[in-house]
C-alpha cells in the first residue's frame, strides 16, 4: 500500500505532518480527519532511492530530457483525447521509444499500473523525471476526470518553460562570447606580451610610469603563482557550491540575483510569470487556493520568490485574501494587485492571473531581446578601459625612450 507524506493542523491550529500508509490521497484525508487533523497537503512520499537503482538507471540513459517529457505530455494528451486506455497508450509509446531512458521509463509505467497502482503513484516513483508540479496535476486530472486537459496544459507549461530557458541563453550567446574572449586576450597578455616587454624595459634604466609597473607586476605574479591561482579558484568554485548547497546560502544567493542591473529585472519577471501561469492553471483544474500557492512556489526556481509565495500561502491560511497577500508578500506590482482585485471579486481569479502571467512573459521577451543592446556599452567601455590600461603602461615608457633619443 502507498505511503503519503502530509501536513496539517490540529484543532489547536498547531502544524503537524507525517506519513501514513492509505490506497489512495482521498482516504488519507479521511484518516486524518478522523484524528482531528486538518489537512493542508497530501503528497505521495518518496523514500530514499536505493543505490542500485539509482546506478542502473544513471548507466542506462535513465534520466529523461526535457525534450523527451515534452513529447510524452503532447502524446499522451492526443492519446487520451483519442480514447485509448492509458495501458495502451504506454505500451504503444514504448515500442515506439528509440531511446533507452524513455523506454525504460515507460516500462516502469506500464509496470506499476499493472500492479494496481494509478498513474500519479507510478510517476511518483520517478521524481528524477517528473516533479512535484507535474505529479500534483496528473493527480488532480486523475480526482477530476480531466486528465487529458492535464496533459495538453501541462505540454503548454513545459514550453513555455523552454522557451523561457532558450531566450535566456540565446540573449546571453553574444555577452559569454566577449567575455570568454577579453579573458582569453588578458591571460595571452600577461603570459606573453608583457613578459617580452619586461625585457625591453628592464634596459631602458630609467623608472616607469605606474601603469607600467602595475602590468609588470600583475604580469609577474601571474607567472610566478598561477598554481596558486588554480588552487584559489577552484577552491573557491567548491565553497561557492556548499554554501548555495544550503537553504540559507541559496536564499541569500536568489534575493542577490534579483537586485543584479539588467538580469535582476528578467529573473524576477521570469519567475512571476512562472508562478502565475502555473497558479491559473492549478486553480482551473480544481485545486484549492492553499495547495495551489505551494504548487506554484514550487515553479519559480529561485529561493526567495518561492518562499514570499509560500508566506502568501500562510496569509490566506490564515484568514486573510488573495490581495491582501500579494500585497503583504511585497514582489507584485500595483496593475497586477488590481487586477488580483478585479479576479477575486468577480470570480476570475484564475483568467486575471493567467493574463499577468502573459503580461509577464512579453515583458520578458521584450527585456531579452533587448539584453544585448543594454549590455554592449558595459562591454565596449571595459574593453576600452583595457586599451587604454596597454597603452598607458606599454607605449608610455617607449614613447619616453623614443623623445630621449631625440634629443
Known amino acids: 500500500m502507498p505511503q503519503f507524506s502530509w501536513y496539517g493542523r490540529d484543532a489547536q491550529r498547531q502544524p503537524q505532518s507525517g506519513v501514513l500508509e492509505s490506497a489512495s490521497p482521498m482516504q488519507a484525508a479521511d484518516v486524518l480527519a478522523g484524528m482531528g487533523i486538518v489537512p493542508v497537503a497530501i503528497e505521495l512520499h518518496d523514500p530514499p532511492a536505493d543505490a542500485g537503482a539509482t546506478l542502473s538507471r544513471m548507466l542506462n540513459r535513465g534520466g529523461v530530457g526535457e525534450t523527451e517529457l515534452l513529447l510524452f505530455s503532447r502524446q499522451m494528451h492526443t492519446l487520451s483525447r483519442a480514447g485509448v486506455p492509458i495501458l495502451r497508450a504506454l505500451q504503444g509509446l514504448q515500442e515506439s521509444a528509440t531511446h533507452a531512458g524513455p523506454k525504460t521509463l515507460l516500462g516502469e509505467l506500464r509496470q506499476s499500473l499493472d500492479a494496481g497502482h494509478e498513474l500519479s503513484q507510478a510517476m511518483g516513483k520517478r521524481h528524477d523525471v517528473f516533479d512535484r508540479f507535474y505529479l500534483a496535476m496528473v493527480r488532480v486530472g486523475e480526482g477530476t476526470g480531466r486528465l487529458t486537459e492535464v496533459f495538453d496544459s501541462l505540454y503548454s507549461h513545459l514550453e513555455f518553460q523552454r522557451s523561457m530557458r532558450e531566450q535566456i541563453a540565446s540573449a546571453l550567446r553574444y555577452p559569454k562570447f566577449v567575455v570568454a574572449a577579453m579573458v582569453a586576450a588578458m591571460a595571452v597578455i600577461n603570459v606573453f606580451v608583457i613578459p617580452a616587454f619586461a625585457k625591453v624595459f628592464a634596459n631602458l634604466n630609467a623608472e616607469l610610469p605606474l601603469m607600467t609597473r602595475i602590468l609588470l607586476g600583475t604580469s609577474r605574479f601571474a607567472l610566478d603563482y598561477w598554481p596558486a591561482m588554480v588552487v584559489a579558484a577552484l577552491l573557491a568554485v567548491v565553497a561557492a557550491h556548499g554554501v548555495l ?14 537586485k543584479l542591473p539588467i538580469a535582476g529585472k528578467i529573473v524576477r519577471k521570469g519567475a512571476l510569470s512562472r508562478a502565475c501561469r502555473s497558479l491559473s492553471l492549478v486553480l482551473r483544474s480544481g485545486v484549492p487556493v492553499l495547495e495551489a500557492l505551494r504548487l506554484a512556489a514550487a515553479v519559480t526556481e529561485n529561493a526567495f520568490m518561492e518562499r514570499s509565495i509560500l508566506d502568501m500561502r500562510t496569509s490566506v491560511e490564515h484568514g486573510e485574501s488573495v490581495l491582501a497577500a500579494c500585497r503583504k508578500a511585497g514582489i507584485f506590482t500595483p496593475i497586477v494587485l488590481q487586477m488580483v482585485m478585479v479576479g477575486e471579486e468577480s470570480g476570475t481569479l484564475e483568467q486575471m492571473l493567467d493574463e499577468v ?19 554592449e556599452p558595459i562591454l565596449i567601455f571595459t574593453l576600452g ?23
Open 245 to 258: 548547497s544550503t537553504e540559507a546560502g541559496r536564499l541569500t544567493w536568489d534575493r542577490w540575483k534579483l
Open 357 to 375: 502571467g502573459l503580461m509577464y512573459q512579453r515583458e520578458v521577451e521584450y527585456e531579452l531581446k533587448t539584453m544585448s543592446q543594454q549590455i
Open 385 to 407: 578601459a583595457m586599451v587604454l590600461v596597454l597603452a598607458l603602461g606599454v607605449f608610455m615608457p617607449m614613447w619616453d625612450l623614443g623623445k630621449a633619443a631625440l634629443k
